[in-house]
């Protein structure tokens, strides 16, 4: 059993997908805009991880913008019969580089348009709809009109399947009358657990669940326990930080970020960790006595 093997694997949209996947996020420039500084490096990294056994790559267009899913074609194509590729719509960047919502019928048929042009995909495996109701997390409100139109485009056959990102409950149940929602991407990781109901509904329901940010995003994470239980295990913190949340839930599919091979190998290696009873009771504290 090769490294990545030992993460298991979880069916997502029919298709068993390895539970250690990869997020392109970092390969775009600073502020996740613009070229990569070494696009080299973008390249290998990419090839490293296929070639390690990832078949879960995350992706969206609007990384760059661009930028990402040219890397990935450049890197991969033609893709190999088992790698499920998930992009991301409903957001745009400025020329600023902000984020901005795109969540017209015209911009989110366009954005499906542009995914398969720069993937050179003739269909896509699963499109998340990445609600921007709220910018900086969930917030309520109807997504029928949007996910009415990714419906209609998969009726077409453009989208295999449909996923929801940065979403409520609600709108989860509200979205699954439209259309089947095979996974949902929102924030999860040891410090930031507002989903670990939602979370444990999901897997009843054999539904994915998909947390970005599992590293901390743009602040990693800190603290005294994940310190210890690094230092215990012999492991890197954030290889404690992945494999806490490989044992969390069998429905998590974790696809961590990074532009270098030597934290690609890390990042995979979180695998093989196994965290015994008292250090994830431990870890678990982290997020407060609430929780």
Not at 18 to 47: N, T
Not at 70 to 99: C, F, M, N
Not at 137 to 144: F, K
Request: hydrophobic share 45%; proline share 6%; net charge negative.
């Amino acid at each position: 059993m090769t490294t990545i093997e030992k993460s298991g694997s979880y069916p997502m949209g029919g298709r068993a997908v390895r539970r250690l996947g990869y997020g392109a996020m970092q390969l775009a420039g600073p502020g996740v805009f613009g070229p990569p500084k070494d696009r080299a490096a973008a390249i290998a990294v990419l090839r490293e991880a296929v070639e390690s056994g990832v078949n879960h790559i995350d992706t969206s267009d609007f990384y760059g913008p661009h930028i990402t899913n040219q890397l990935i074609r450049e890197a991969l194509h033609p893709y190999r019969d088992d790698l499920v590729i998930v992009t991301k719509v409903g957001a745009r960047r400025g020329a600023d580089a902000s984020w901005l919502p795109a969540m017209s019928r015209e911009e989110l048929v366009r954005a499906v348009h542009d995914n398969l042009r720069n993937l050179a995909l003739d269909v896509i495996d699963v499109v998340n709809l990445r609600s921007m109701l709220g910018v900086h997390g969930p917030q309520e409100g109807s997504l029928e009109e949007q996910l009415t139109v990714l419906a209609e485009l998969r009726q077409r056959g453009l989208i295999r399947h449909i996923g929801l990102s940065n979403v409520t409950r609600t709108q989860i149940e509200d979205g699954r009358r439209i259309c089947p929602i095979v996974c949902v991407q929102n924030q999860y990781n040891l410090a930031h657990r507002a989903d670990d109901g939602l979370i444990d509904e999901l897997a009843r329901e054999n539904v994915a669940y998909v947390p970005f940010f599992p590293l901390g995003g743009f602040s990693p994470l800190q603290s005294a326990a994940l310190s210890d239980a690094a230092m215990r295990l012999q492991a890197t913190p954030m290889q404690v930080a992945l494999a806490w949340l490989l044992r969390r839930s069998p429905n998590i599919l974790l696809i961590p970020g990074t532009s270098s091979v030597v934290h690609l190998r890390e990042n995979l290696a979180a695998a093989e960790l196994a965290i015994p009873d008292d250090v994830m009771r431990a870890l678990d504290g982290m997020a407060g006595p609430a929780h």
